[in-house]
């Protein structure tokens, strides 16, 4: 018995100390900065001085003074300001068309891979996964030389509008290259999960609904499609969560009117140093993250129940 106790943690430890000290320990740092004023200098209020007798630390706050080291402000700020609201807003539009445009591209990709042969799946596996291979900055600068003005994309794509009469357009730096740039990172995250849920598919049941004389279209609407649909919410988990709080990408591809609410926490904590304030964007980021993958878990599962 004891034996098997310890095989569980030593299985179980690693992982379980390995999210203590880098998920749990620094998320519980930022909520309680999410209390702090900001430093003189930016970071945070120090907690502690020195004395310049002994030149021992010594705490500042106890139970008397307490108020003086903790606030709700950088919490009031965020719901007083509509501005945060709205970046939130804007953030969720991103990545909610992000997520519609990897679910329609996904789809039949997915599909088409499921359906192959053993030996050109596999190859198109390791397709779908083969951008993994290289750096994430090296394929968003990538996307740059691409849409920048000089590429041969630009010049083609304004010369056919030239031809309309219409005026030069500026691909790069600009919303619709945000949109490019987050659906081609994460694309395969949305093939990957719809293609292990569509691999499992009997087809036989298809086979049974063409012989009851459905068409292609109903025999997708009425049989694939309810069945994929705990891999079209895994996949939308997997991108929808990760597009909200992407900031790598608006700041190389989008302009100024691009700004999502992770380039504005990069914002707070490198160029304002405004910790506390972006503690808090955290913090709403995070919950509204656990939200979102909790509905996901929840639809998921409700899939699952109806089959």
């Given at each position: 018995m004891?034996?098997?106790?310890?095989?569980?943690?030593?299985?179980?430890?690693?992982?379980?100390?390995?999210?203590?000290?880098?998920?749990?320990i620094?998320?519980?740092?930022m909520?309680?900065?999410?209390?702090?004023?900001?430093g003189?200098?930016?970071?945070?209020m120090?907690?502690?001085?020195?004395?310049?007798?002994?030149?021992?630390?010594e705490?500042?706050?106890?139970?008397?003074?307490?108020?003086?080291?903790?606030?709700?402000?950088?919490?009031?700020?965020?719901?007083?300001?509509?501005?945060y609201?709205?970046?939130?807003?804007k953030?969720?539009?991103?990545?909610?068309?992000?997520?519609?445009?990897?679910?329609?591209?996904?789809?039949?990709?997915a599909?088409?891979?499921?359906?192959?042969p053993?030996?050109?799946?596999?190859?198109?596996v390791?397709?779908?996964?083969?951008?993994?291979?290289?750096?994430f900055?090296?394929?968003?600068?990538?996307?740059?030389i691409?849409?920048?003005?000089?590429?041969?994309?630009?010049?083609?794509?304004?010369s056919?509008?030239?031809?309309?009469?219409?005026?030069?357009?500026?691909l790069?730096?600009?919303?619709?290259?945000?949109?490019?740039?987050?659906?081609?990172?994460?694309?395969?995250f949305?093939?990957?999960?719809?293609?292990?849920?569509?691999?499992?598919?009997?087809?036989?049941?298809l086979?049974?609904?063409?012989?009851?004389?459905?068409?292609?279209?109903?025999?997708?609407?009425?049989?694939?499609?309810?069945?994929?649909l705990?891999?079209?919410?895994?996949?939308?988990?997997?991108?929808?969560?990760?597009?909200?709080g992407?900031?790598?990408?608006?700041?190389?591809?989008?302009?100024t009117?691009?700004?999502?609410?992770?380039?504005?926490?990069?914002?707070?904590?490198?160029?304002?140093?405004?910790?506390?304030?972006?503690?808090?964007?955290?913090?709403?980021?995070?919950?509204?993250?656990?939200?979102?993958?909790?509905?996901?878990?929840w639809?998921?599962?409700?899939?699952?129940d109806?089959?």
């Amino acid at each position: 018995m004891k034996s098997k106790s310890l095989a569980k943690w030593l299985i179980s430890g690693p992982p379980l100390l390995y999210l203590l000290l880098f998920f749990a320990i620094p998320s519980l740092i930022m909520a309680f900065a999410a209390f702090r004023f900001p430093g003189d200098y930016g970071g945070l209020m120090p907690l502690t001085t020195a004395n310049p007798d002994t030149g021992a630390t010594e705490l500042l706050i106890n139970f008397g003074n307490w108020r003086d080291f903790l606030t709700l402000e950088n919490f009031q700020r965020f719901f007083d300001e509509p501005i945060y609201f709205e970046l939130f807003v804007k953030s969720f539009w991103y990545a909610g068309l992000t997520t519609v445009i990897c679910i329609v591209l996904a789809y039949p990709l997915a599909w088409l891979i499921a359906r192959s042969p053993r030996k050109t799946r596999d190859l198109l596996v390791l397709l779908v996964i083969l951008p993994f291979w290289s750096n994430f900055l090296i394929r968003v600068y990538a996307w740059m030389i691409i849409l920048g003005p000089q590429s041969y994309f630009s010049r083609a794509l304004n010369s056919v509008l030239a031809v309309f009469g219409v005026e030069p357009v500026s691909l790069l730096f600009s919303q619709f290259a945000v949109i490019v740039g987050l659906v081609y990172v994460h694309l395969p995250f949305m093939v990957l999960p719809l293609y292990a849920n569509l691999e499992k598919h009997d087809m036989a049941l298809l086979d049974a609904a063409q012989d009851l004389g459905a068409n292609a279209w109903q025999r997708f609407w009425k049989v694939t499609w309810p069945l994929s649909l705990p891999g079209v919410w895994a996949g939308t988990a997997l991108v929808f969560i990760p597009a909200l709080g992407m900031f790598a990408i608006p700041d190389l591809l989008g302009g100024t009117n691009s700004m999502m609410i992770g380039n504005l926490i990069k914002q707070q904590y490198l160029d304002s140093r405004d910790w506390p304030f972006g503690s808090v964007l955290s913090i709403m980021l995070t919950f509204t993250v656990l939200l979102l993958a909790a509905l996901a878990a929840w639809a998921g599962s409700r899939g699952k129940d109806k089959r």
